[in-house]
Each structure stands twice: as C-alpha cells, then as structure tokens.
C-alpha cells in the first residue's frame, strides 16, 4: 500500500495586481508553492517584496487576481468573502506580530472568541481553551487581561488562540517582531516544538536568521519565489 500525502497548500501559478494610479503593481508574479502536512515553511524577503499579500491569500484574507489555490483540498481562488471566512476559521490559525489581543477580554476569553465564531458549544469550548492555554502554559494565567501579561506572555496567548480548535495550519506573521531577542528566541523554540509535535506551520519573515530556524526556506523577491538551495526538506 502506497501512503498519499496530500498537500494542505497548494498554489498554482498566482498573481496579485493592485492597479495605482494607472499603474500596474505586479505584488504577486506567478507564485507556486506545496505545503506538505508537518512541514516547517519560512517564506522570506525584504520589505515591499509581497510577503504580507501572500500571507493575506495563503490566509484566505485576500484573494488573487489570476492562478489556483486549494487549501486542504479545497479550491479557494474563487469563493466569495463570507465562503471563504468559513474556511479561513477552520483551517487556520493565525499568529500576528502585534499578538492582536483584545485588550478588554482575559487569556481565556481571548482564547475562546473563534471558537464561539466556528459555534462550538460551550462545554466543548472550555475544554479546548483550557487545553490550549495548557500547551502554552499559561494555563494559571487565564484570567488575566493582556496589560497584565509579559510581551512573550501575550504572544503565547495568541499562539494557544491559534492552536484552540486544532486547525491544520499555522499562520505566523514576523512573530518575533515586537518581542525582545530573548524572548524571541523562546517564542520561536516553542514554535519548533509545535512543528516536532506534528503542527504545519508557516512562517513569515524578513529576519533570515529567524527563517533559518524552520525547515524549509523559500525567498520571495520582487513578487516571486525561489526556494533556498541546500535545504533539508
Ligand atoms: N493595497 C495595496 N495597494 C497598492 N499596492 C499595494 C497594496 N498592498 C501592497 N502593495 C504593493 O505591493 C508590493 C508588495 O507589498 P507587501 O505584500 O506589503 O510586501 P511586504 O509585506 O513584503 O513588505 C509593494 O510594492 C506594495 O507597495
Ligand atoms: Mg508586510
């Protein structure tokens, strides 16, 4: 028997245009990528290259001018906004560099608001808010509101938000970025943990230092991608 592994990203040849002021910015230029379950993908580049409009497709918030996407075997190049908010909330979990709590709701409570978006019920929400805040470990923490938590704190939170409900892909934007180099570093050990553990995860970055902690790197340069050579996959 042959095992099939079935790509959970994969793009086809995709192109994203902004039209300003009569002129063309080619932000995407024919980008193909696969992303295999399990794998470790750091997309990396300078700044204005396109990282953010291919976080934005990749994360089913934009969608493309022309190519193909599908996503868990899903065709998504085309759905309409709503379609493809459904999808976005169950295959995606997003990590951001400013961590985007609400600065009102406690850990548990952030924790907790996409799973209220996906309807699941309360009984289950509890365990899987309670669960994810374990993994990170801030399970003791939960009550607390974003003020009263370190940097690296907040973002971990963020991480569990993003683990909470088990969506097949991880999403991380500059994770690092507004964290100091210390507890960068811990932020991105527990991101390599979360990959061993068997969590897809893919990570944007301008630091190369950091994409090199990934285990796949692909450039991405002028609106296209290049995957770095000597890399183990
Ligand atoms: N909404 C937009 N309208 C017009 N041009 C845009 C828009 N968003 C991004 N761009 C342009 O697309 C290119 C890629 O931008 P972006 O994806 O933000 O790059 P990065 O995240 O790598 O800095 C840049 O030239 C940028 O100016
Ligand atoms: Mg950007």
């Known amino acids: 028997m042959t095992l099939s592994t079935e790509p959970l990203i994969r793009i086809e040849r995709l192109s994203k245009q902004y039209e300003m002021g ?3 910015i080619r932000a995407l230029d024919e980008v193909s990528l696969t992303v295999l379950p399990g794998d470790f993908l750091a997309i990396v580049g300078p700044s ?13 918030l934009d969608t493309a001018t022309s190519g193909d996407y599908w996503l868990d075997g899903e065709e998504v190049s085309r759905l309409r906004d709503n379609k493809l908010a459904e999808i976005r909330n169950r295959k995606i979990g997003f990590i951001f560099q400013g961590f985007n709590l609400l600065a009102k709701l406690t850990a548990y409570e952030n924790v907790e608001l996409p799973l209220i978006y996906r309807g699941i019920s309360v009984k289950n929400r509890r365990q899987q808010v309670v669960e994810a805040l374990r993994k990170v470990g801030l399970e003791e923490r939960m009550n607390h509101r974003p003020v009263e938590l370190s940097g690296g704190q907040q973002q971990r939170v963020a991480i569990a938000r993003a683990l909470a409900g088990n ?5 991380a934007d500059e994770p690092t970025g507004a964290l100091d180099t210390k507890t ?16 897809t995860i893919v990570l944007i970055t301008h630091d190369i230092s950091i994409s090199r902690q990934a285990r796949r790197v692909v450039q991405i340069e002028d609106g296209r991608l290049s995957e770095e050579e000597g890399q183990p996959v």
Do not use: D, R
Not at 167 to 171: A, E, T, Y
């Open 184 to 199: 960068g570093k811990e932020v991105m050990n527990f991101i390599q943990e979360l990959n061993a553990a068997g969590h």
């Open 167 to 171: 969506p097949p892909i991880l999403l």
């Open 48 to 60: 204005g290259s396109g990282k953010s409009t291919l976080m934005n497709v990749v994360g089913c």
């Open 22 to 24: 009569g002129e063309t």
